[in-house]
């Protein structure tokens, strides 16, 4: 496969975006910095809250404009639905839908809603993403440096023959070109996404760390020792690779841990873990995760807090608790 086009600083002008308005509705993680960071370069940004939510006490210290969803709607050029998956159908329907008129822009971090047509947007609107490849709080604190964090894009509907170009003027505005903007589509970004926060970067990972931990300590390990290596540790090596890549991280570790990693991993990711992976990415491809994680939201989450509780009460986290409170620089408290 041909290696894709990265669009940097230079290639991307911010001009189209500045005499639009913007409309961010929601401001969680991703929608305080997104606002904040429009801001910043320039574009009039409205924020979207109800009367009750606590965030509105957030935009209001952050100095940005607050209105209702519908008021922003009618007044915005570009609508940014900084809103959980799980939501943003019925807001769409109720509140987004009635007050569209053609030629606006609807924007998502995310596809999940315009590929499971939680949303199905009317045709004479454009439809894009610009999803950063980062938390909230990272995009922010990187465009504050001066950094960025890189982004992907993708057109799923071009009515006005300029969604390309404000898409990508939306990705400068954010900081993305500074790191880099890469075009995809959305239905690659939103399975590849939740396929690595299952098999990788969330599932994988605190399964890989839970087994560990209890390998060490059902073989007689102290809990705290376990904890140390097979969690604490696990952000030094995260950071190197992040950094350098995975050959940059064996450059940096000893020679021991290295001749480990290279014999032992393939026997933990067999071929055995890989047919489940693919299990998982043809539940996602096929939409049956979607459809049993909004079924287990209409029903009201008992499965989902069931397992919530029971992760928070397993022994590592106990362990994790009473050795981080001996670190409280791990939360920046000291």
């Known amino acids: 496969m041909a290696a894709a086009k990265i ?7 911010l001009r189209p975006l500045l005499d639009k308005t913007c409309a961010v509705i929601g401001y969680g993680a991703q929608g305080r910095a997104h606002a904040l960071n429009l801001r910043d370069s ?33 007044r915005a050029d570009l609508i940014f639905l900084a809103l959980p998956d799980t939501k943003m159908g019925e807001v769409f329907e109720r509140e987004i839908a009635p007050n569209l008129r053609a030629g606006q822009m609807l924007l998502f971090a995310h596809g999940f809603a315009i590929l499971y047509r939680t949303i199905v947007a009317p045709d004479d609107v454009d439809v894009v993403m610009v999803a950063p490849k980062g938390l909230g709080p990272m995009v922010r ?5 001066g950094k960025g964090v ?7 509907q071009d009515a006005t023959g300029r969604a390309r170009q404000l898409a990508l003027a939306y990705a400068k505005a954010i900081g993305g070109t500074r790191a880099g903007v890469i075009e995809t589509t959305f ?14 970067l969330c599932g994988g990972m605190t ?19 376990a904890y140390f290596e097979c969690l604490h540790e696990l952000k030094f090596i995260v950071d190197l690779m992040h950094r350098e890549g995975i050959s940059g991280m064996r450059e940096k570790i000893s020679e021991t841990a290295k001749w480990g990693d290279l014999t032992a991993g ?34 009201g989450r008992q499965r989902y807090d069931e397992l919530l509780k029971e992760g928070k009460g397993a022994p590592i986290e106990e362990v994790g608790r009473r050795l981080r409170a001996l670190m409280p620089w791990l939360h920046g408290n000291a």
Not at 150 to 156: G, L, S, Y
């Open 7 to 13: 669009l940097t600083e230079k290639e991307v002008d």
């Open 187 to 200: 239905r690659e970004e939103t399975e590849a996404d939740l396929f690595a926060e299952q098999a990788v």
């Open 42 to 74: 320039g574009v009039c940004v409205l924020v979207a809250l109800p009367p009750k939510s606590r965030s509105r006490a957030v935009a209001r210290r952050d100095g940005l404009c607050l209105t209702t969803t519908a008021k922003a709607v009618a």
């Open 207 to 225: 399964a890989l760390v839970q087994a560990g931990f209890e390998t060490l300590v059902s073989a007689g390990y102290q809990p705290e020792v």
């Open 141 to 145: 604190t990187q465009f504050e440096e």
């Open 150 to 156: 890189p982004c992907v894009f993708a057109i799923q």
């Open 266 to 299: 393939p026997k933990m990711i067999d071929a055995n873990v890989k047919a489940e992976m693919r299990k998982v990415l043809e539940n996602i491809r096929s939409g049956k995760f979607a459809n049993e994680w909004l079924r287990e939201t209409a029903s």
